[in-house]
């Protein structure tokens, strides 16, 4: 167990919907990372907060948001779902601090099946 | 710019064999790690090894050990004595500079499958 939680951990719906995918970081970590992948894909970085302000943006679309809470946990919503964005959706933690040596942290995936 | 090669998309091993999964990366920074990670079918993702910049020695963990050729910037990822269990995409990535929050960079993965 990583300790990143992620929620749902399956979740289907129709194209044109807009879902919310849930993330608690590890204890003490300050930054998350969302990450997307497609099948048979490598990790697409999406955003990064580090506690709580946008630190970094990679591919995302403006159809997706995201933002960090007060409490550190994370939220990635998804508008206007397409097909196309069916995929895993991965969020990651780390303690964000100056150490070079410290890993993320993955949670298991939300897996979303766009229909 | 590409930050991270994998140039390998799939390997093949004999069981018990050693393989070598490449990575070359891109900076320009004097401080960042380097870290490999393991993605079997079930999905999840589990972090094998890290090398620092500044690290004297190549890592070793278990099995795995990184040939770190910091002038070339390629950090290989060498599995020893393969094991069917071992079947699995693997990623490299990178952090760079020594800065609160720096973000985490991965490769386009190598899918490694491992022959008995």
């Known amino acids: 167990d990583s300790g990143v939680t992620q929620t749902p951990k399956h979740l289907i719906t129709a194209t044109g919907q807009r879902v919310t995918l849930r993330c608690s970081p590890r204890?003490?970590?300050?930054?998350v990372y969302w990450y997307q992948q497609s099948l048979d894909q490598g990790l697409q970085f999406l955003i990064q907060?580090?506690?709580?302000?946008?630190?970094a943006k990679g591919n995302i679309l403006e159809r997706f948001s995201a933002q960090q809470f007060p409490d550190l946990h994370s939220e990635l919503n998804l508008s206007s779902l397409e097909l196309g964005d069916s995929a895993l959706y991965f969020c990651?933690?780390?303690?964000?601090?100056?150490?070079?040596?410290?890993?993320?942290?993955f949670g298991q995936g939300t897996r979303l099946t766009v229909v | 710019a590409q930050k991270i090669t994998q140039t390998q998309p799939g390997m093949f091993v004999q069981e018990k064999e050693a393989v070598t999964l490449d990575c070359t990366y891109d900076?320009?920074?004097?401080?960042?790690?380097l870290f490999w990670y393991k993605q079997p079918s079930s999905g999840e993702m589990i972090f094998l090894i890290y090398?620092?910049?500044?690290?004297?020695q190549n890592a070793t963990e278990g099995r795995y050990s990184l040939n770190f050729q910091k002038a070339r910037k390629s950090a290989n990822l060498v599995i020893s004595a393969s094991q069917l269990g071992d079947s699995a995409m693997y990623f490299c990535?990178?952090?760079?500079?020594?800065?609160?929050?720096?973000?985490?960079?991965f490769g386009p993965g190598t899918r490694l499958s491992v022959l008995p």
């Open positions: 990651a933690s780390s303690v964000g601090d100056s150490r070079m040596n410290t890993e993320a942290f």
């Open positions: 204890s003490g970590d300050l930054s």
């Open positions: 907060y580090y506690n709580g302000e946008e630190r």
């Open positions: 900076t320009s920074d004097p401080s960042y790690g």
């Open positions: 090398q620092g910049s500044y690290d004297q």
């Open positions: 990535a990178m952090r760079e500079g020594g800065n609160y929050g720096q973000n985490f960079v």
